[in-house]
């Protein structure tokens, strides 16, 4: 290859979206290319030099570094292997043994890593097949015709970030002689027009460009030999401006493709002059050709979708605000005094509890996964195959807030009944947490604590059935968790009468709905005029049971809280929680929704997200403070309506002795890894509670002796357990790591024979 061909498809390469996008927003997206670049040259050794000592590692590395992305990486593989291999035998006869036996002679080394990795991958792999989220729903139909889209190819982060430049490459290359040159643009066309490709490298969840990535330095290279041969004309005139023509009018077709996903309408009309670009650059590069060097030729022909690349990925992408990162909420995400905060908090507790780091919400969104000390045991968390009981207890049983559009991210809750359950005795937070005392201070970040929150482990008789918590209304399903246990079934019932009562209260508009907005019209305008709704600037209209809004921009109003039955009893020193629940109905299913309650974001994300969190039921537990009877209601853009409303004012009862009898005394000295180790002395014949979500790979051990593990509290781990003191092990077993680590020491053994003979 030409070294000015090599340095231009370089440059490409680098300036690629995922390349320059990637590097610092989700660099799991790209941290595995330089094994797969490795790889491909471990290819070419193969085949030139029959050593596939390289290839090997090179597959190995890029599967520990990426799992997921490894996937594709190793389909560019198996193709680029069968253009080398039709390359080597250009003019030789290849029958279909032959192809078969080097097939597998192939794929061999490939075999060998992904043994060599079983250790990681298989434990891995059955995680995931048991706790992943359920993806799109997609017929077939969907997965076998071909879906074709400029985004895939051109600029984005999340597909294949080149230009059209591309795109007139494969229509090229369909027209190559040569079978070798034919079978790799064919594999890359199928694969990357096919929907069903899409699918299986994402694992069956949904259709998604990022998948994709791994083939970018394949295309770079079918680019190389594009320019190759205008380099040596092999290509003439009509037949090379042809497919120029083609992708024009194939970028302008596709126009419709980015209003309908909201993109603006510049990209697609200056992805457009880009492709009308080039082939007026074809069109000059055949004209001059002649009389230039061929360093020059090259450069007229493929300068311009370098700077293309340079240019408007910065411009499109890279020079966004919102790609970038605050150094306010920088530093509050990820200060020193955060870490320091949080071992403060763990280093005097001796008891087994959570702690939580709490912001506004793009803090929270930062924060997901971020651990800073091994005995932190956070609530929040943001993966596609979580523990999917707890999936389904925050979502759904609980009902949780969901103030992110992507079902995933189950962030940091502020629910006070929530925090209490699962054991959040501890909060980081820049600003004061309501019910919450802070205890230190560590520079501006304080340390908050509350002495109510359950143990994370603890042994108890005061249970009732999952029949009976079924039965419990909104929001009892709630409270009922900090006055009982739930189990599965018991043989006596415990007495519900004595759980807190909570008053049914309405939620009116305070007098602030006249406000009026900078062009003199009402930006709230409520009730009816000549029997129509007003529709100008922003209306909310109250209903019987809600409210209609058509909200043209946020809109902040106070409510004020009224009491519907008797006045609600508070004793002394708690404080007043407001539980609010009502149903979305959006009008624009393409649009988001979003309603905060003193500053608590509930979102329901648009039907067509990839991550659709289907929250069309706003759940909220706000902590009022002392004699405050109104709240702060944010109606965010859009237009829907908010029906069955249920509003309800009382407070929290105090730590329950008769629910939290024994608590677990745990050994930190032994408590590491994948083992928890404790005492416990229990009063009476009951049931050990956890807030451990449940997983059929733990193991427990009373005394000693395996006790047969049980779902407790719809979605945590719990057995039945005796009076009096206890020893308590629990054990998790990563499934299928041994089966992986044998799998591993074959894959060992295998590559030493390989490179031995």
């Known amino acids: 290859m030409d070294t000015g061909v090599a340095f231009i498809i370089s440059l490409m390469f680098l300036l690629a979206g995922p390349m320059i996008g990637q590097y610092s927003g989700q660099i799991m997206f790209v941290d595995y290319m330089p094994f797969l670049c490795l790889a491909l040259i471990g290819v070419d050794r193969y085949f030139e030099k029959e050593k596939s000592g390289l290839f090997t590692v090179s597959v190995f590395l890029m599967i520990m570094t990426s799992f997921y992305f490894s996937i594709g990486g190793m389909l560019v593989l198996v193709l680029y292997g069968l253009h080398r291999y039709f390359e080597q035998r250009e003019g030789c006869r290849v029958t279909v043994r032959g192809f078969l036996v080097d097939g597998l002679c192939f794929v061999r080394p490939m075999i060998l890593a992904v043994l060599m990795s079983s250790f990681f991958l298989v434990p891995t792999v059955l995680a995931l097949a048991g706790g992943r989220s359920k993806g799109q729903n997609t017929s077939l139909t969907t997965l076998f015709v071909p879906q074709i889209t400029v985004e895939r190819f051109a600029y984005s982060i999340y597909g294949i970030g080149l230009t059209t430049l591309v795109i007139t490459v494969l229509i090229t290359g369909l027209l190559y002689r040569k079978v070798y040159e034919r079978v790799l643009t064919y594999g890359c066309v199928i694969v990357l027009v096919i929907p069903v490709f899409a699918y299986l490298l994402n694992g069956g969840l949904y259709i998604r460009d ?29 037949a090379g401006m042809v497919p120029y023509i083609i992708t024009t009018v194939f970028v302008y077709i596709a126009r419709n493709q980015f209003t309908s996903k909201g993109i603006e309408e510049n990209v697609w009309k200056a992805l457009l002059a880009e492709s009308v670009l080039f082939l007026i650059c074809y069109v000059l590069y055949c004209a001059v050709k002649s009389h230039c060097k061929e360093t020059k030729e090259i450069l007229m022909l493929a300068l311009p979708s370098v700077l293309c690349l340079a240019v408007t990925m910065n411009t499109f992408y890279q020079m966004k605000p919102d790609r970038y990162v605050s150094h306010k909420l920088y530093r509050d995400v990820a200060g020193e005094h955060n870490e320091q905060a949080v071992k403060e908090a763990l280093k005097n507790d001796g008891g087994y509890y959570r702690t939580e780091q709490m912001g506004n919400d793009d803090e ?8 800073w000390d091994a005995g932190q045991n956070i609530t929040s968390i943001y993966s596609s195959a979580y523990n999917s009981e707890y999936q389904t207890f925050r979502q759904k049983t609980f009902g949780l807030e969901e103030p992110f559009r992507n079902v995933m991210m189950q962030s940091v809750s502020k629910n006070p009944v929530f925090c209490r359950m699962m054991g959040v005795r501890y909060i980081v937070s820049d600003s004061d947490v309501t019910g919450y005392a802070l205890v230190k201070k560590c520079e501006k970040t304080g340390i908050y604590q509350n002495n109510d929150a359950a143990p994370v482990m603890y042994a ?67 009730g009816k005029k000549n029997g129509n709704e007003r529709k100008v600037g922003t209306w909310i209209h109250e209903k019987e049971d809600g409210w209609k809004i058509h909200a043209k921009k946020i809109k902040k109003i106070t409510f004020s809280i009224r009491q519907v039955q008797q006045e609600t009893t508070q004793q002394e020193g708690q404080r007043q929680i407001l539980f609010l629940s009502f149903c979305v109905d959006n009008a624009r299913p393409n649009k988001d929704v979003a309603v905060w309650i003193n500053g608590i974001r509930n979102k329901l994300s648009a039907k067509d997200h990839v991550y ?22 944010t109606f965010g853009k859009g237009k829907y309506q908010l029906s069955h409303v249920q509003a309800y004012l009382g407070s929290l009862p105090e730590r329950s002795k008769t629910l939290y009898q024994s608590e677990v005394q745990v050994d930190k000295k032994l408590t590491k890894d994948n083992e928890i180790q404790g005492t ?69 053994v295998g590559f030493v024979l390989l490179l031995v003979l």
């Open 210 to 238: 990022k998948v994709f990535i791994p083939f970018l330095p394949l295309l770079c290279y079918l680019i190389a030999i594009y320019l190759e041969k205008c380099r040596k004309e092999k290509l003439s005139l009509i």
């Open 364 to 371: 929270n969104a930062a924060d997901l996964n971020r651990i």
């Open 460 to 526: 108890t008789d005061r249970v009732m059935t999952e029949k009976e918590y079924n039965k419990l209304a909104f929001p009892y399903n709630q409270t009922a968790f900090l006055e009982y246990a739930v189990v599965g079934e018991h043989t006596e019932s415990s007495d519900q009468n004595i759980m807190t009562a909570y008053t049914p209260v309405s939620l009116k508009m305070a007098d602030n709905h006249k406000a009026q907005n900078g062009a003199g019209n009402r930006t709230t305008d409520i």
């Open 612 to 633: 659709y969190n289907g929250n069309k039921t706003f759940i909220y537990a706000v902590s009022l403070k002392d004699g405050e009877d109104t709240i702060s209601v």
């Open 680 to 748: 416990i002395q229990v009063k009476n014949d009951g049931w050990f509670i956890t807030s451990i979500p449940y997983d059929t790979h733990f193991k427990m051990y009373i005394d000693g002796k395996e006790t047969k593990i049980q779902k407790v509290n719809t979605a945590f781990l719990g057995c039945e357990i005796g009076s009096g003191k206890h020893e308590v092990r629990i054990v998790y077993h990563a499934p299928g790591a041994t089966a992986g680590k044998v799998f591993s020491m074959i894959g060992i």
